[in-house]
């Protein structure tokens, strides 16, 4: 549907329209906001408001015909192509002054994400990335050095709430033997394995949204990687890294099963 001149465009509209709507949380992430909790943890700011309402016109102009999928207002109807906004991914962090945050987009065509923006409007870090292009951070490629073996990765994990608890332990263990690092950040490590500040990441999380995933998908993809959604023991997880890597976490996942 797009040549690869007009994703090129289009990618670089969207870059400006996040930096610019990403201006409120750069604004106010230190400032005492008022929160409103969607569940007993799960909080949102008039920033997230305002961010996700700035993008949904500013992106509603760019590309007409498609629809929106989005955190705090209403999705669209489904269509062939759809926008996905998080006005802020990792609000917790953004409430709790922590300054790892980010503002998030993707195009998705029939699900699959066409281009993807991810702005840190702390360090002022923009990923973005195209389907057939590069993936670049603030202009630059991004040249992935990916690990060979589990024992030399940094692996992130996002375990999110309660639910297959018993499983979740037991399948982070089993990384955990093997690799040479875990971490636990709940995702807000996820563009930095663009950099090298990890490795690969497992996504455990079963409340996690497609507003949380095709950004970071669009990305990782177009860096030559490996971001997979697959279902182990009744649970959805998502994997992240070089492929040889993504098949080994697996393997591990799979062996901590009852």
Known sequence: MFTPQELTTLTDAVRVAVVRAGGHAARTWQDSVAVTLKDVRDPVTQTDKAIEDELRVALGVLQPEAGF?????????????????????????????????YVQVALVENGEPLLAVIYNPVSEQVFTAYRGGAATLNGAVLNVKPKATLAECIVDFDL?????????????????????????????????????GIDAFVVLNQTTKDVDQFPRMGLIRAAGLQYERTDVGGLTLYLAGPQPITERLLALIESALP
Do not use: C
Request: aromatic fraction near 12%; proline fraction near 7%.
């Open 69 to 101: 999928i989005v955190e705090e207002g209403q999705n669209s109807e489904p269509r062939p192509l759809m926008w996905v906004i998080d006005p802020i991914d990792q609000t917790k962090n953004f409430v709790g002054h922590v300054p790892l945050f």
């Open 160 to 196: 999110g709430g309660v639910e297959g608890s018993e499983f979740k332990m037991d399948a982070f263990a089993a990384v955990r033997a093997e690799a040479y690092r875990v971490r636990v950040s709940g995702g807000a490590y996820a563009p930095y394995l663009l950099t090298g």
